[in-house]
């Protein structure tokens, strides 16, 4: 187990007008290799609980445990855990400053105080990483680059300081369809490469379904729902319920079966439901 949260609340502007319980009892555990899906409605405590994992907020009450130490505690070391957990925020590119990519990307292994030479290799295989030639962009400055290009130059400095859990917030938002599907795929393939956990918060029901193995939806501060991606889109009703959608094509397949077609309705994407449809009309036509 990688991320362990123990009865954590977190109370905004305590003993305020303005206080406010973003997070309300957390129990969580997070295995390593995971690929977790964030959900929930603007709100729901889910930017308040990431920047717990990484020691950007301390808890109002509760424990948190990242790779067996408890950050909450006195002693904790709070470089060691933002090197182990990386956090890209919701439009990073806004924090790009350096003048060259390199730069860019090299600040945070820089501040680690790592050798040069370790720097450049960490530099270089961080923008393999997100899909950058090296070579050719190394040199340039960060913006001349396309939106979506920027925000791979953001994702590569987090990479960079290689770490063990890599937090990504909403990181298609105002993208176009070409710049989220390279991120995507990027994300994707960081995943089965690499073997980093990740944990992905987004709106895209879509998304979520074809790239998570787990979902946690958040609700109000609370966590309403934990599991597998099938096992929690197939509760569509208590979804709806908190106002969260299921993919398009696991809705459709729901409704298909309703009007009497004897199919799964437990499918995730468009390929999924190709290949049961098929199945579908071949096990009807050898009837
Ligand atoms: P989400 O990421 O799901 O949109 P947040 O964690 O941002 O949710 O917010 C959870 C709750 O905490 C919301 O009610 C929000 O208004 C409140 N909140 C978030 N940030 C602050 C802040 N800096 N000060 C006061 N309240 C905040």
New binding site residues.
């Given amino acids: 187990m990688i991320i362990r949260l123990e009865n954590l609340n977190y109370i ?2 305590p003993n305020t007008p ?1 206080e ?1 319980k ?1 997070l309300d009892d957390i129990n969580l555990s997070i295995e390593e290799g995971d690929f977790v899906g964030l959900m ?10 990431v920047q717990h994992l990484n020691g950007l907020i301390k808890p109002t009450s509760g424990k948190i445990i990242i790779d067996g130490m408890d950050i909450t505690s006195k002693e904790a070391n709070l470089k060691e855990i933002r090197q182990k957990v990386g956090l890209v925020f919701q439009y990073p590119e806004h924090q790009l400053f350096e003048e060259t990519i390199y730069k860019d990307i090299a600040f945070g292994p820089k501040n680690l105080g790592l050798e040069e030479e370790e720097i450049h290799k960490r530099v270089k295989k961080a923008m393999e990483l997100v899909g950058l030639n090296f070579e050719l962009l190394k040199d340039r400055s960060p913006f001349e680059l396309s939106g979506g290009q920027k925000r791979r130059v953001a994702i590569a400095g987090v990479l960079a300081m290689k770490p063990k859990v890599l937090i990504l ?1 909403e990181p298609t938002a105002g993208l176009d369809p070409k710049g989220r599907d390279e991120i995507l795929g990027r994300i994707q393939k960081l995943y089965e490469e690499e073997g980093i956990t990740i944990i992905l ?1 987004s709106h895209s029901m879509e998304d979520i379904a074809r790239l998570v193995n787990r979902i946690i939806v ?1 609700h109000k ?1 609370k966590v309403a729902m934990e599991g597998k991606t099938r096992e929690v889109f197939e509760q569509a009703e208590k979804l709806q319920e908190i106002g969260l959608g299921i993919p398009q094509v696991t809705s459709f397949m729901r409704e298909y079966k309703g009007k009497g077609h004897q199919v799964r309705d437990d499918v995730l994407t468009v390929e999924e439901a190709k290949e049961e449809l098929i199945n579908y009309l071949r096990r009807r036509g050898n009837a």
């Fill in positions: 905004y502007n303005f406010k973003a929930g409605h603007t709100g729901s405590g889910k930017s308040t609980l917030d918060v958040m501060g």
